[in-house]
C-alpha cells in the first residue's frame, strides 16, 4: 500500500471543513515519505535541567515539535503523552523512540509544565529552533506530529495526544495491521441535538473550579456510541456514561474547569461519536479573576 494511502487516511479522521480539505490534501501529498532532517547533536535534557546522552535512534520514531504560538500548556498534554509511551512500550518493548524538541516562547512555562506533570523523558528546549529551519513544519498545530520509519520518512501525521482517531491510525501501523480506511467495525451513523454547544461561566475566582454539564440527545434511529472526548486544555476535564445511548436516550458531558491562574478563557471539548457532524466541538468561556 502506498505511503499516501496512509496519509489520506488521516485526512478522513480530523476535523476539517471542506473548504480547508484541499490545502489539507496538498499539505499530505507535500510530506508524504518526506524525510524528517535533524539538527547536528541536538541536546537533551530532563525536566529542562539536567543534560543526559540521549541519541537518535535507527528505529521508528514518533517526533512531536511544538512552537510558540498559541497556549502552550494546552499543546503540550505531558500526562497523555505518558500514557500513550507506556502502551506502545507495553506491546512494541524497545522498538519506537519518542522525540520532543520545543521551541518556547517562555521557556519558564514549559519548565513548570515538566514539574508538574513529573515528565522525566528526555526533550529538546530548541531555543533555535533549529528543527524547524531544517524541515519547515507546517503551521497548524494539528499537522507538527509525526510517525517516521527507520530511515526518518514521514509515515503518517497528526497528534495522537488530541485524536484518538489519530493515536488508533498510529497503533495500527505499529503494529502492522491494515490501514486502507474500510467501514469495517464502524457504527451505524445516527443523529445529535445538543442544547447549547457553548456556555458562558460568567466571571468567578480564578480558584475556584467550575462545573457544567452540556447534554447530547440522541435523535436518531440508532444507538449513539461516543467513542472519546478530547479537550484543548489539561485545565479541563471531562466525565460522562460510557454506555451506548438508544435512540431517544441522552447522555450528559460533565465538564469541570480549573484555572491555573486568572484569565480570560475559551476552551474547546471535542466529541468523537458516530454522526456524520463528528467530532462535535463544544466551548466553554469565561473570565477567572
Known sequence: MKKYIVLLFVLFLIACSNSRKQNVITLLQDWEGREVRFPNHPVFTIQGRDTVNFQIEDKCKIITYVDSTGCTSCKLKFSEWKELMNTIDSLRPD???????????????????????RFKYPVCIDEEDSLNKLNSFPSDMAFQTFLLDKDNKVKAIGNPVHNPKIKELYMKILMGEETTGTNEGINLMTEVSIDSTSLYLGNFDWEKEQKVVFTLKNTGDNTLVIDAVSTSCGCTKVEYDKEPVRPGGSVDLHVSYKAEHPEHFNKTITVYCNTKASPLLLKIMGNAE
Not at 522498538?95 to 506533570?117: N, W
Open 95 to 117: 522498538s519506537v523512540q519518542f522525540l520532543f524538541f520545543f521551541f518556547p516562547k517562555r521557556g519558564t512555562e514549559i519548565y513548570q509544565s515538566l514539574l508538574a506533570d
